[in-house]
């Protein structure tokens, strides 16, 4: 699994950086701290395939996805 | 709302909105237009002097509230910053220049071609360039860094600066600036203008509608969510300008715009091209700066004195055309734009 922190970047950032991470990696968790990240970040993984799951806390998102 | 609906409805929202503002007395093709109201704003504090783009717009004033109460409603109210502010007020200055050389912010380019101007066109043209070029760099790496949760107070700044503006704007003192002719002078009722902002800066802070994302996202990650705003604006605009009988297909004899070509896309195409360095248009950066994004608001202030500069030393397009000052500013616009690139891509960094 791969770990990827796209808090406090601009858009579309959060979404490039896994976009890139997807195409070698079938697990990962992504650490997001805007509603828009965390938003992109699912439509992004749903598109391509992936199940998410997400867990917040104190206005940060961990979302794991897999496939 | 879902999000593709609330997209949807932000691009419909502002289309008809748009003709609206029209139909009570804002310029032609220019119901809304984040640059043109940022420089009428700079223009009404004396920030230039050009006496016919002087005007506190409640537009404006109205995305800026609209986005800060939603978000504190939503909870998404959070201040940051420290993403390279500096190197922001610098982009914002020359996406500004851009767009005042092309005589409008992408919204009025949308806005434009809805009424038939085919200038516009050109300058679609010529923001898709831009953006192709940020899409580019941004695949090379580039990056601003990252922005931090900083003071609550920090987030408070430009919707007091709004709020300030708004008591400017009613109280009306003698040292603020209000245009007799041009398009300044121009204008629909402050309620209603005000009333109209307020409801785009909601409706674009849950959609996200950004101008520059919508074509950004379609190359990039294969993405239509955000063009259907931007296709949704042009479409309803359309409609209500045909309803309203003021459709004029063409490229002459356009309000507020003139007919070089070159200008119009080079103008454009900065705009598109600092637009994706930024991470979103004029638009996008004022709702930001809206929910607590100091990042955003120091852009914002950027796009601030960039419309100064513009109307101070000439840059400006008018209905003549684009003026030598004007187009070697948007020379340097790029040259600046291609430094910043350059310096803030990923191998750069690795080297340091």
Redesign the interface.
Known sequence: MVQIDVRGLSCPEPVLRVSEAMKANLKLEVIADSVTAKENICALGSKNGFGIKISENNGEYTLMLEK | MS?QKMIVASGVLIGILAVILVFYGNPINMGICVACFIRDTAGALKLHSAPVVQYIRPEIIGFILGAFIISVITK?F?P?G??APLTRFVLGFFVMIGALVFLGCPLRMILRLAGGDLNAFVGLLGFGAGILGGIFV??KGF???????INKSGGFIMPAVAIALLILLVVSPEFIARSIEGPGSMAAPIALSLGAGIVVGIFCQRS?L?MA?GI??IF??K?P?LLIGFLCIFVFAFIGNMAMGSFKLGFLDQPVAHTDGIWNFLGMALVGLGSTM???CPLRQTILAGEGNT?SGVTFMGLLLGGAFAHNFGLAASAKGVPMNGQIAVIIGFVVFALIAFMNMKSMKAAK
């Open positions: 999000n998404e959070k940051t420290g993403s941004l695949k990056s601003l860094g990252r922005a931090y949760q996200r950004c994302g950004r996202d990039l990650i993405n969510h930024l991470g979103g990042d």
